[in-house]
């Protein structure tokens, strides 16, 4: 087989040469397949990761707690999922080339939120339960009166304003994922980008951001860590619910909301917890697998899964008023360029729908 068996121009989806032109190598070398001369070269490798790309994590399918790609592909099994018309031609030149088959994927229940501690945290009967291990389990961090973090405020009246930087006055707070009508919380983080993606500015927005330190050393409890569990398989797997908890949407927030209140209660003046942008601020791949087991749970990835997550800070109470937090400065933010990066995936490939009843 050549070295380069397929170039980027052999695509016809736009999708597939747009990636492959990413993954591709430059090199004006001929391509034996279309004869095109500019195309990105790929040789097995590349290729066999373009197709991972587009077609295992590009079909990645969210449930309200975990996700699983609906394709996945290897040497034993012949295609049998749906194309459009656009891609047909495609996954056929992938298939030759690489000798596989595409096929829909079977997740292992766990990977769709399948997990005992979550399913009981959405219990309210057997939540309490829960969130005591929680308390129990998680480690404390102390974050000391030499570390800074920020908080950024959207059109505050008075920018300059110190009170505008604490918690959400009265009758504003209860909507966010750990505060709730009588329990203000201040959140804000250590990464001033994932501040931003947190605000969800648009460009007419006006933006400030302050520079904050506690007083005096605050003592948090850490739901950002990978929680090491000895012999606890994911379908048991605290560190598994806690995970996919915040990676969840609004319809988590109760849950979270009593997270931190049973937090609160144990003495802690507030709590680390992983942020919901953790993904598009280290482009890392949700809940990824080998052999059907959690990259979490393998001792050699582990380090490779805690660089997934960027911790936010959820301080309780009014920290400002109260005195524990001090504003250092203020400063405008003005953003003069986003940048995306994202990748493909195909369209028309979903299961069909069963007519069974």
């Not at 009166?145 to 304003?161: G, L, M, N, Q, V």
């Not at 209660?265 to 919901?276: C, E, F, M, N, Q």
Request: charged fraction near 25%; aromatic fraction near 10%; include cysteine.
């Amino acid at each position: 087989m050549p070295n380069f068996p397929l170039c980027s121009d052999c695509f016809r989806d736009e999708g597939l040469r747009l990636d492959s032109e990413q993954i591709g190598i430059s090199e004006k070398s001929r391509c034996p397949n279309c004869g095109s001369s500019d195309g990105k070269k790929l040789n097995i490798e590349r290729l066999t990761m373009l197709a991972h790309r587009f077609f295992v994590w590009g079909t990645l399918h969210r449930c309200n707690y975990g996700a699983a790609p609906l394709v996945v592909f290897n040497q034993h099994q012949a295609t049998n999922i749906s194309t459009s018309p656009w891609f047909e031609p495609d996954i056929r030149l992938i298939e030759q080339t690489l000798g596989v088959g595409f096929f829909y994927y079977g997740p292992r229940l766990w990977m769709v939120g399948e997990v005992e501690p979550l399913k009981a945290l959405q219990d309210p009967t057997s939540r309490t339960s829960i969130t005591s291990r929680i308390v129990q389990q998680y480690p404390t961090k102390v974050l000391s009166a030499t570390e800074s973090f920020y908080r950024i405020r959207k059109d505050p009246k008075i920018p300059h304003d110190l009170e505008q930087y604490d918690s959400r006055p009265l009758g504003l707070f209860g909507a966010g994922r750990l505060d709730s009508p009588n329990f203000p919380v201040m959140y804000a983080s250590q990464d001033l980008h994932v501040c931003v993606h947190e605000c969800r500015v648009t460009a007419e927005d006006e933006l400030y951001v302050a520079t904050l330190s506690p007083t005096h050393d605050l003592k948090l409890l850490d739901l950002s860590v990978l929680l090491e569990e000895a012999e606890v398989a994911e379908f048991e797997s605290l560190d598994m619910a806690v995970h996919m908890l915040f990676l969840a949407g609004k319809h988590a927030y109760e849950i979270t909301r009593d997270v931190a209140v049973a937090v609160a209660s144990a003495g802690y003046d507030g709590l680390v917890y992983p942020s919901y942008f953790s993904l598009l601020r280290t482009g890392g791949r949700p809940f990824e697998t080998a052999y059907g087991l959690s990259h979490r749970r393998l001792p050699h990835l582990r380090e490779y899964e805690k660089e997934k997550t960027v911790a936010n800070l959820a301080l309780f109470g009014r920290p400002i008023k109260d005195g524990s937090v001090a504003v250092r400065c203020i400063n405008k933010v003005v953003i003069n360029r986003v940048d995306y990066r994202f990748h493909f995936g195909p369209v028309g490939c979903d299961p069909e729908p069963s007519n069974s009843s």
